[in-house]
C-alpha cells in the first residue's frame, strides 16, 4: 500500500497510515532510523513522538509529503507489527 497519493500536490494516504502506528524512519541526512509512534496525520505532515535516549524525555520530528515523495525519507509503518509497509530504502 503506498503512502503517498499522486494529486497535483504529493499528500499522505490518511487510509494507509493512522494516529498510533508505529514507524520506522529515516531522513537522508541521518546516519540510522529512529523508532517512534505517529501522533498525528494530515494530508502534508506526518507528526512522530520518538524517545531520544536521554533518560526521561520525549521528543517529535515531523515527516513532510513533499519530502517523502522527493526521497529524502525512508519510512516503515505498521498497525499491528504483522503486516509492514515501507516506503523509500533505508540506509
Request: aromatic content about 8%; cysteine-free.
Amino acid at each position: 500500500m503506498p503512502l503517498i497519493i499522486d494529486n497535483i500536490e504529493k499528500v499522505f494516504d490518511a487510509s494507509s497510515i493512522h494516529k498510533g502506528d508505529l514507524i520506522r524512519a529515516q531522513y537522508h541526512t541521518w546516519t540510522e532510523a529512529i523508532n517512534g509512534l505517529v501522533t498525528a496525520v494530515s494530508e502534508d505532515k506526518l507528526t512522530v513522538l520518538f524517545l531520544p535516549g536521554l533518560g526521561n524525555v520525549t521528543n517529535y520530528f515531523t515527516i513532510l509529503a513533499s519530502e517523502v515523495s522527493a526521497g529524502k525519507w525512508a519510512v516503515k509503518w505498521s498497525a499491528d507489527l504483522v503486516t509492514i509497509n515501507a516506503e523509500g530504502v533505508m540506509v
